[in-house]
């Protein structure tokens, strides 16, 4: 890499990480908000689908032993659980899986998908301060997005200090670029997915 690249390529794989998903991430972003999940219990219902689904397809890799290996908390850090309480809570059927789940990605590839999930909780600070106008929180509802054991920030910083500090080759890091890149793109699908389910407006 050359002087001239640095500016625009940060040195840690967790800034590289967050440069090369802005673009999934802003339209994701716009994408819940046009879907107004605060609007109503129910449309919230149909957000917490989404995150279900996507957490469920992820507890494979908030489970695999080389990965806990590497987060050793990894496990408990999964929000799956959360979320089907949650939509317990809010009267809601457990939704059927969607085809299209990761499948058995490499590590680095499945380290790529677990830092966007894992980023999610960061922008779930937020997002609970308006469930809590719905009458939800942490312990009803909105579970899935309380706050980790620890805090948020330490959290996410243990987790990004352990992925920035792994020794990757050119491959791996293609493929970790990939899992983000890939992650923003499922969420996006499954959010559309639990929102076409609902109602139609005429």
């Not at 990480?17 to 109503?40: G, M, W, Y």
């Not at 890149?181 to 076409?196: P, S």
Request: charge should be negative.
């Amino acid at each position: 890499m050359t002087t001239q690249d640095s500016p625009q390529r940060p040195s840690l794989r967790s800034q590289r990480l967050n440069q090369i998903t802005h673009e999934p991430h802003a339209r994701l972003d716009a994408l819940v908000k046009a879907h107004a999940p605060f609007e109503s219990a129910s449309s919230f219902a149909r957000f917490v689908v989404a995150q279900y689904l996507f957490q469920s397809e992820l507890v494979a890799l908030y489970n695999d032993p080389a990965l806990i290996a590497i987060v050793p908390d990894l496990a408990e850090r999964c929000r799956a659980e959360a979320a089907k309480a949650d939509l317990a809570d809010l009267d809601t059927e457990v939704p059927a899986p969607v085809a299209g789940a990761v499948q058995n990605p490499s590590k680095a590839e499945a380290l790529g998908w677990l830092f966007v999930s894992e980023g999610s909780k960061l922008g779930a600070a937020f997002l609970i301060k308006r469930a809590v106008g719905l009458g939800l929180g942490e312990t009803f509802g909105a579970r899935h997005l309380g706050e980790p054991a620890g805090g948020r920030a330490e959290g996410w910083k243990t987790f990004t200090r352990t992925l920035d500090g792994l020794a990757f080759s050119a491959e791996e890091e293609a493929a970790a670029e990939k899992g983000a890149l890939d992650a923003f793109n499922r969420f996006t699908v499954l959010l559309e997915k639990a929102y076409d389910t609902a109602p139609e407006l005429a």
